[in-house]
């Protein structure tokens, strides 16, 4: 089993920025893939980031290019997401993800974090 604890979400106004964080504990986690995903309400869950733990090679949604950026601490078991410029439309709950093996844009992760909140006000 793997772990993951989601924290660094909030109310920021249109441009602001936020970094989310996302502790993974559990398992020996060198060699998964991990992501960030999110919900926007009453649409489904998009991805936005991924990261390869033991090559990190990283993998950035359209939407995000430019803006976000994904990142590791492996001593710390920690996986961020830097989002500037933020928009209304960022507004979402961010989830964790984590898979064995390569990282992929789609929904095929094992282990998932409860979430964090953003909220971009206009």
């Known amino acids: 089993q793997v772990q993951l604890v989601e924290s660094g979400g909030g109310l920021v106004q249109s441009g602001g920025s936020l970094r989310l964080s996302c502790v993974a504990s559990g398992r020996t986690i060198s060699s998964y893939a991990m992501a960030w995903f999110r919900r926007a309400p009453g649409k489904e869950r998009e991805f936005v980031a991924a990261?390869?733990?033991?090559?990190?090679?990283?993998y950035h949604a359209p939407s995000g290019q430019g803006r976000f950026t994904i990142s590791s601490d492996n001593a710390k078991n920690t996986v961020y997401l830097q989002m500037n410029s933020l928009k209304p439309e960022d507004t979402a709950v961010y989830y964790c993800a984590a898979r064995a093996g390569v990282a992929k844009v789609n929904n095929d992760y094992d282990y998932w974090g409860q979430g964090t909140q953003v909220t971009v006000s206009s």
């Open positions: 990261i390869d733990w033991r090559a990190g090679t990283t």
